[in-house]
Each structure stands twice: as structure tokens, then as C-alpha cells.
């Protein structure tokens, strides 16, 4: 029987932040975990061992691991390292290969097999009997995905911390919002978490638009430290359920209108002419 590892507080603080802002988990959930092995991911699972064992609402946690048989990734330490914490596991393979067919271009074939893997995901969960299923994306993630839709796609756009999904049964959330990806770093490093290799062929390219995000975002940081809390604030809005399609123009003005709290009038900002 594994150990569960304790998670640093400032994870867990930021997690059971997001957790109460979003009411991202409700007494009786049963909530089914993504985990690929990767940092994050295993960071979230036992995130949410250590709350399940505090937390006052009770609720059931699983997790689900979809191999896409790419070169070079082998989730199956996982299994036995999962079901030593007591959690139950799942998994579910398939060829992305065989599904892309030679018809998906690097640029695009990190996002079919994103939309794969979630639908393979929601599969799992509806077989077993998960009402929800938590994903490990975390705050950077959040505003290098905010930053390619307003750059490249047109939309104010991010990640919703919890939304329902199409069909209208199943509850996808994102306990993560808060967190940083360097809090999941040094706790899979520190931990040790049994960190998985992933060798993907296309995600990790120099040119990709979230790599390029990701360079901006970090050297905008080394600038100015506070980035990431003003961001926080900033992605508020596009972190409420509503916004999961994103936000048009004057939809997003009026949100943010009605998210700011007005200034008293003898204090109020002034903008300056243009």
C-alpha cells in the first residue's frame, strides 16, 4: 500500500481556494481524475486525497488514464501506483495514429488528441458511475490558453473553473485555477510524485503557439513578479461557468462592468484622453 504524499500548503490553499470560489465539489460527488503522470496531474490527485481526508463534504475520488500507444509514453507504473494510494483506476487505449489517419498537421493533431482523450475520459466516467472529472490545469495554463485565443483565435477566452458539459451529464472542473505550475513542479520534485515521461512529437516544439505563450508569459514575469496575481484577477470573469464559449466584445465589456466593484464618485479613476 502506497503512501499518500502530503501536499506543500500553499497548493492546498490555493486549490481549496478555487474549490470554494467555484463550488467545484459538492457533498456525495464522485469525482474521476485525469491522470496522464505527469506532474500535475499527480500533484491534483493527491491534493485532493489530503482534502477528502479534512474536507466537510464528502466525496469519492477515482482516476482514469487514456494511453494514446504514442512512442515513447508508458502509463503503466500507474495502475499499481494508483491503486496503492486506494484510489480506484481505469484506463482506456486507443491508436491516435490509426484516429488521426496521416490527416492532422502538427499544429493541429495536439488538439485532436486533446478532444480524444476528453471524450475518452467522459466515456470512463459514465461506465463507472463519476459525476465529475477534474482536470489538472492550473493558473499558467489558464492564461497561455487566454492569450493564444485573443492573439490567435479572436475570443476572450480561457478555461472555465467548472462547467457542464454538452451533454448535460457530467461535471468537468478544475481544481488547479489558483495554482502555479512551479507550486506542481517542486512538489513532484520534492515529493518525490512518480512523475511519468510523456514523449510527445508535436506539443513540445519550440514554434508551437502555447511555447511561444508560455515565453511571453515568463519573461513578462521576470519583469513585473506580481503578473500572475494581477492575472488571477484579470481572468476572473473567464473562469465562471458561463464563459466557457468565451465572450464576444461587448458581452465581455459587460462582465467586467458588473464583476468591478463601482469606485465611490469622489474617488473614481479618471482615464485619460486619448
Known sequence: ??????????????????????????????????????????????????????APVRFELGAANIDPQMPGYDPSPLADYVQGLGVPYYQATYSLARAAKGSFEGRTLCAFCSRMRRGKLYGLAREHGYGTLALAHHLDDVAETFLMNAFFGGKLRAMPAGYLNDDGDLRVIRPLVYARERQTEAFAQNGPLPVIPDNCPTCDASTRQRQQMKALLRGQEAANPRLFTVLRTTLAPLLQAEATSGLTLPDATQVLVDFRSPAPADTAETVPAE
Do not use: W, Y
Not at 29 to 50: E, F, P, T
Open 1 to 54: 500500500m502506497n503512501v499518500a504524499i502530503k501536499p506543500p500548503r500553499s497548493l492546498v490553499t490555493a486549490t481549496a481556494e478555487a474549490i470554494r470560489d467555484f463550488d467545484l465539489i459538492r457533498n456525495g460527488d464522485r469525482i474521476l481524475v485525469g491522470v496522464s503522470g505527469g506532474k500535475d496531474s499527480l500533484s491534483l490527485l493527491h491534493v485532493l486525497l489530503h482534502l477528502k481526508a479534512r
